[in-house]
């Protein structure tokens, strides 16, 4: 099995930055692709961005100048760098990790951003 741990939520005025990790344990295959996803409120859950275990990067375009995904494959860590935080962006946002051989995922329990105006 595969946990997730995500962290580094919170409140933060509208401008600043906040930067989320998502730590992964257990039985995880080397070949993967871990991502961040959000649901805000009243919306359904959408892409902010993936990278590989080999690095390839994914993003929603609307986010890419802002945001910036990054991870340590020795760690099995994913990080969100998020500046110039915009109120639309408050949601749930949640970590993920995919097995690409097996296409299966496991989900992390979400951790809330709130960004004030």
């Known amino acids: 099995q595969v946990q997730l741990v995500e962290s580094g939520g919170g409140l933060v005025q509208a401008g600043g930055s906040l930067r989320l990790s998502c730590a992964a344990s257990g039985s995880i295959d080397s070949i993967n692709a871990m991502g961040w996803y959000r649901r805000a409120p009243g919306k359904q859950r959408e892409l902010v961005a993936t990278?590989?275990?080999?690095?390839?990067?994914n993003y929603e375009d609307s986010l890419k100048d802002r945001f910036t995904i990054s991870r340590d494959n020795a760690k099995n860590t994913v990080y969100l760098q998020m500046n110039s935080l915009k109120p639309e962006d408050t949601a749930v946002y949640y970590c993920s990790i995919s097995s690409l051989a097996t296409r299966t995922s496991v989900w992390g329990q979400g951790t809330q951003v709130t960004v004030s105006s």
């Open positions: 990278i590989t275990s080999g690095g390839t990067i």
